[in-house]
T-cell receptor
Framework: DGGITQSPKYLFRKEGQNVTLSCEQN?????MYWYRQDPGQGLRLIYYSQIVNDFQKGDIAEGYSVSREKKESFPLTVTSAQKNPTAFYLC?????????????FGPGTRLTVL | AQKVTQAQTEISVVEKEDVTLDCVYETRDTTYYLFWYKQPPSGELVFLIR??????QNEISGRYSWNFQKSTSSFNFTITASQVVDSAVYFCALSEVWTGANNLFFGTGTRLTVIP
């Protein structure tokens, strides 16, 4: 089945620790995205990548880092510099620009900082 | 300023009732796209519809219909004869071509609960 997988589903982290969220897609999409969702809020864009080895900051990139070494994979690292990392993180991909094309989303990772 | 406003935070309806979810947007761009996504309890968003700013035709897909009115900057979503499976959070989103169309501005969502 084609789709996007995110792991883990739930993640707990101690303050001061970096943590990496996994995102893999087998849809052969060029573009991949990371969003953050807080309770009662819409999604906010953290980072996006339109092509391998290239990525751009979104609206709330501070405290996060990404890499795009393979087309299928777009991991997100939440660093200790992120002041309030507890949130629901969604990965998405699209065949082209997110603003024009349908995005396909993964099931999300819920990160809780203890 | 919010680019997309979904004023209805939560709506509850009884099964088989019709329900309309409101979406009001704000943009200075003449070329833009509007989307609706559904987020069921499982968490992943599901694409429902995309509409570009030059296409004001209303659309119907089964029990779903969308009313796009540029004059009022609205893109409302109606579910006819609602079912329990329609219970979810629904997001309206906007993209602006002049900013590169890489970013979607999401509203805060409307949580719909359909009571059996």
């Amino acid at each position: 089945d084609g789709g996007i997988t995110q792991s883990p589903k739930y993640l707990f982290r101690k303050e001061g620790q970096n943590v990496t969220l996994s995102c893999e897609q087998n849809l052969n999409h060029d573009a991949m995205y990371w969003y953050r969702q807080d309770p009662g809020q819409g999604l906010r864009l953290i980072y996006y990548s339109q092509i391998v080895n290239d990525f751009q900051k979104g609206d709330i990139a501070e405290g996060y880092s990404v890499s795009r070494e393979k087309k299928e994979s777009f991991p997100l690292t939440v660093t200790s510099a992120q002041k309030n990392p507890t949130a629901f993180y969604l990965c998405a991909s699209s065949i082209g620009l997110a603003g024009v094309n349908e995005q396909f989303f993964g099931p999300g990772t819920r990160l809780t900082v203890l | 300023a919010q680019k997309v406003t979904q004023a209805q935070t939560e709506i509850s309806v009884v099964e088989k009732e019709d329900v309309t979810l409101d979406c009001v947007y704000e943009t200075r761009d003449t070329t833009y796209y509007l989307f609706w996504y559904k987020q069921p309890p499982s968490g992943e968003l599901v694409f429902l519809i995309r509409r570009n700013s030059f296409d004001e035709q209303n659309e119907i897909s089964g029990r779903y219909s969308w009313n796009f009115q540029k004059s009022t900057s609205s893109f409302n979503f109606t579910i006819t004869a609602s079912q329990v499976v329609d219970s979810a959070v629904y997001f309206c989103a906007l993209s602006e071509v002049w900013t590169g169309a890489n970013n979607l501005f999401f509203g805060t969502g409307t949580r719909l609960t359909v009571i059996p």
